[in-house]
């Protein structure tokens, strides 16, 4: 595939694999035990919430912070004992970190000029490179002069020009508001197909990790919850962090004995058997749910029977929070033209939900 | 708890012992910035002191003694000296309250553009020389100096008055030199008092007078303490202004040690003296240190 | 600002604040006309005018040859306690040491001792050294005074430095050092160099040290100007504070101005 001398070529990029990486603040763990392999090309997002983690990850890749064990290797080469600047990594900072002594141009060619760039070919490649991230021309500008999308773009171009190993971006969006932050979701993953870098961001923002990301990492309290695509994180969650971190979530105890699963007696049709005898949670999104009046659907394996406690219309759908029998309470979504002509459910009212077996899930209890 | 197994053979790293050694070394390195300030501090200051605390215990021929210490207790002229001292830095300090505390709240409550041109006035005397500002009231002070014939112009006095070589004009000088020392902290901790303070007090009918006693002189006082402390501090060991313009008839701890250094062949006197200077500083500095944190607590 | 105290009853703190500040102030420049006094007596206001006490200054040996100690001590005194304070306040705004706190205290402990006690101290040092009456023995002492400043005002300097920027650099390619000299230092240039001129005004102003650690040939400009003023006051002095005034008061005015219009902009 032809390539722009700005781009990485298709054999260059590089795999990244992070093994047994821990780091603790005294008995505070930040890194607990941490192993994750980073395909080449791949755009990954470490995702979590504050305190998850995933800064300090990110961090001890871009060589920051020193981690207490543990190996990081950029295709073949060690690099968690190398200085940050030796480890050839392009880096997004969360607040641009532009140096605003330099104009848009000079900042671009620092890391050339490191390098020893002769000047005719630093020119040109911080032309191309401000032409990549739709800012042609702006070389001569100076920081202060800039917006903030700008300098988002400006901190990008420098990070990219170098044609680094890898790049890594500390919540690159969180300093722009709703549209642009949107619109630059787009720019960036654009960027990265072109460019076809290994790329590793961090956000706390799922909506923005499941729309960039090939694979999302998921990070709580210094460990790894679970590492997949944004659907797979989804439709199959390993554990009741994930669940609730992303999408909304109800969940059920479930027992399991002799290879069937109950809630409150009755038996659950699941998408895959359940195996160890353990406690364990049904999980439920809510938009999986199905109304059903009265009328046994057989496409619907799983039936349940509550009553309305509350019912919120949002515009194409209807949220409802119901109680089961067992006393428990989940959430629904329905969509409007679930429901009968009778509109929403009123407050207090029987309802029967159902769930096919193959949005039945399993995840494990807490013990 | 991670939930993927790594596929490679090689499993554990057994690189933390390596990874500390880099910490440690980074570490190090940040330390090492540090220490040529350190080394100078320590062979010439530290170690020059600690050299004179150990003479101030020995006699000519190297035997310990107390004799030095004795001497300052007993003997009428050392006891002198430190009454001059004391008095001279209480009187200093006392007058630079009384003058430096109302300039200091005017500072703050003008505008910001009056406070700017003002301060360069505590400013502009603060960084001209030592030398040239006693040399200046020497100039002022004396018989037929500006003050005199200002004096006696206006009718006021008939005989020039004798204002230099002596207290009176070390007291002037010194609080001249001293009154930007105590305005500065003063004034740094009077803006950061908030106004709505006084506001809420008179909107609940106390008088400005009132107000100002119960609520904003509180809390002005940790500057106030700071730049008095300060003030105090360096009028203890001061020597220039009161060598100038005492005219040999103020002594103060500090000219007494100078002369010591001369006079005697040894460095006992002399050291002993630094030591008494030395703890008294010391003191103050920690008595005041206290005294801001009981009123902190007080406060809460 | 809307005030709960009118300007009218104010009218006291005014009138005692212009008095105080006319006593701050008049001292310092009285020293002007008295320079270019003709007569020797330090009558004021003096009678006839003439440049002979500059005249003075810049022919007679003595003083030239005091000027030039106090030149070369003070610059080499900015010399060397403008690098020496910039590391350490660096060093502590990154290390954040356990002990950072009493290596801060140990640093700045010269400006709380009283500067008598470090004149005999170093007096005491330099004469079991041999170096007394030397410039490097003025320069190191000189350096122990200087060094808090420079410290408390790069310090100041760098807390309102972004220090991502360094990391930033250094991820593009810079080693520490690298990234130091070309993204920090030109930002916090302007604390480095107002400690700079700290540094030089310290050790050009000072005078006790001087007195014991100079004398004679060696001896610098203040101790000369203080031996003058104890015994019997030389003219020539006047002049020389005139144009000290010049030197340690222009400087930061400007600064301040500069800053202000800067800010203005």
């Not at chain 2, 106004?195 to 106390?206: S, V």
């Not at chain 3, 009456?133 to 808090?148: F, Q, R």
């Amino acid at each position: 595939m032809e390539r722009d001398k700005a781009g990485v070529p298709a054999g260059k990029a590089l795999p990244v694999t992070i093994r047994h990486l821990a780091k603790h603040y005294g008995v505070v763990k930040a890194l607990d035990d941490v192993s994750l392999s980073i395909a080449p090309g791949e755009f990954v997002t470490l995702l979590g919430p504050s305190g998850s983690g995933k800064t300090t990850l990110l961090m001890t890749i871009a060589g920051f912070a020193r981690p207490n064990a543990g190996s990081i290797m950029v295709g073949e080469t060690e690099v968690v004992r190398l200085p940050p600047h030796k480890r050839d990594i392009g880096m997004v900072f969360q607040n641009y970190a532009l140096f605003p002594h330099m104009t848009v141009g000079q900042n671009i060619a620092y890391p050339l000029r490191l390098r020893r760039i002769p000047r005719p070919e630093i020119d040109r490649r911080v032309e191309r490179v401000l032409e990549l991230v739709q800012l042609g021309g702006y070389g001569s500008r100076r920081v202060d002069e800039l917006s903030g999308g700008q300098r988002q773009r400006v901190a990008l171009a420098r990070a990219i020009v170098f044609e680094p190993r890898i790049l890594l971006m500390d919540e690159p969006l969180s300093a722009l508001d709703k549209q642009l932050r949107e619109r630059m979701q787009i720019e960036i993953r654009r960027l990265h197909d072109q460019l076809g870098t290994t790329t590793i961001a961090v956000t706390h923002d799922q909506r923005e990790a499941l729309t960039m990301s090939d694979r999302v990492a998921v990070l709580h309290q210094g460990c790894l919850m679970q590492f997949a695509e944004p659907r797979r994180l989804y439709e199959r969650p390993a554990n009741r962090f994930v669940a609730e971190f992303i999408g909304e979530s109800s969940f059920l105890p479930v027992t399991v004995e002799g290879g069937a699963a109950r809630y409150c007696g009755q038996v659950l049709t699941l998408a895959e058997p359940a195996r160890e005898a353990r406690r364990h949670l049904l999980l439920l999104r809510p938009e999986k749910l199905v109304f059903l009046n009265g009328t046994a659907d057989p496409s619907v394996e799983n039936r349940f029977v509550g009553r309305v406690v509350d019912a919120v219309f949002q515009g194409e759908s209807v949220l409802l929070t119901v109680v089961l029998a067992g006393g428990d309470e989940i959430l629904a979504r329905l969509p409007n033209r679930q429901l009968d002509r009778g509109g929403v459910p009123a407050a207090g009212s029987e309802i029967h939900l159902g769930l096919s077996a193959e949005d039945a899930l399993l995840i494990p209890g807490e013990d | 708890m991670s939930t993927v197994v790594s596929l490679m053979p090689r499993d554990r790293s057994p690189n933390v012992e390596a990874l500390r050694r880099d910490q440690s070394r980074e570490r190090l390195l940040l330390f090492s910035l540090c220490s040529p300030g350190l080394l100078i501090v320590l062979f010439l200051l530290f170690l020059p002191i600690g050299w004179l605390f150990f003479f101030s215990f020995v006699d000519g021929a190297g035997n310990p003694t107390f004799e030095h210490y004795r001497r300052i207790w007993t003997e009428g002229a050392y006891v002198q000296i430190f009454a001059v001292t004391f008095q001279v830095s209480v009187l200093v300090t006392g007058i630079c309250v009384l003058l430096g505390y109302p300039l200091a709240y005017c500072l703050s409550q003008v505008s910001s553009r009056w406070s700017g041109i003002l301060m360069l006035g505590v400013l502009v005397p603060f960084w001209t020389s030592l030398l040239v500002r006693t040399y200046a009231w020497l100039v002022l002070l004396q018989r037929r100096g500006l003050v005199n014939s200002m004096l006696i112009d206006l009718g006021i006095i008939d005989q020039p008055l004798r204002l230099v070589h002596n207290l009176t004009g070390t007291v002037i000088g010194m609080v001249h030199i001293m009154l930007p020392f105590l305005v500065l902290p003063l004034y740094a901790s009077m803006r950061s008092i908030d106004m709505t303070y006084l506001r809420a007090a008179a909107n609940l009918g106390a008088s400005p007078i009132r107000a100002f006693w119960q609520i904003y002189f509180p809390l002005s006082l940790p500057g106030l303490v700071a730049g008095l402390v300060l003030t105090f501090i360096l009028c203890l060991g001061f020597y220039i202004t009161p060598a100038v313009l005492g005219g040999g008839r103020v002594q103060m701890i500090a000219q007494r040690i100078e002369a010591s250094v001369h006079l005697y062949p040894t460095w006992g006197p002399a050291s002993a003296l630094g030591v008494v200077l030395l703890l008294l500083t010391v003191a103050v500095l920690l008595a005041s240190h206290w005294l801001i944190g009981a009123w902190r607590r007080r406060i809460g | 600002m809307e005030n709960h105290v009118t300007h009218r009853q104010r009218l006291w703190l005014y009138g005692l604040t212009g008095l105080v500040l006319f006593y701050l102030v008049v001292p310092t420049f009285i020293v002007i006309p008295m320079s270019f006094s003709d007569s020797r007596s330090l009558m004021f206001p003096p009678r006839a005018l003439s440049w002979r006490w500059y005249e003075e200054f810049f022919t007679k040996p003595q003083w030239q040859d005091a000027l030039v100690v106090s030149l070369k001590v003070s610059f080499f005194t900015t010399l060397l306690a403008t690098p020496i304070g910039t590391a350490a306040a660096y060093g502590l705004h990154l290390g954040r040491f356990a002990f950072g706190g009493l290596i801060y205290g140990s640093l700045i402990a010269s400006l709380m001792v009283p500067v008598i006690l470090i004149a005999i101290g170093t007096f005491f040092l330099f004469a079991q050294l041999d170096m007394v009456n030397t410039i490097p023995a003025l320069v190191l002492a000189d350096t122990l005074l200087a060094v808090p400043f420079v410290l408390v005002t790069v310090a100041a300097g760098l807390k309102g430095y972004d220090m991502n920027q360094e990391q930033a650099a250094r991820s593009l390619g810079a080693s520490r050092l690298k990234a130091f000299l070309t993204v920090t230092l030109p930002q916090i240039r302007r604390s480095v160099l107002a400690g700079a001129f700290f540094a030089f005004i310290i050790a050009f102003d000072e005078v006790v040290i001087a007195l014991f650690l100079s004398g004679g040939d060696g001896a610098t400009l203040t101790k000369v100007m203080f031996s003058s003023l104890r015994d019997e006051v030389d003219p020539t002095i006047a002049a020389i504070s005139t144009m000290l005034v010049f030197v340690t008061t222009v400087p930061p005015l400007l600064a301040h101005l500069f800053g202000r219009r800067r800010r203005q902009n």
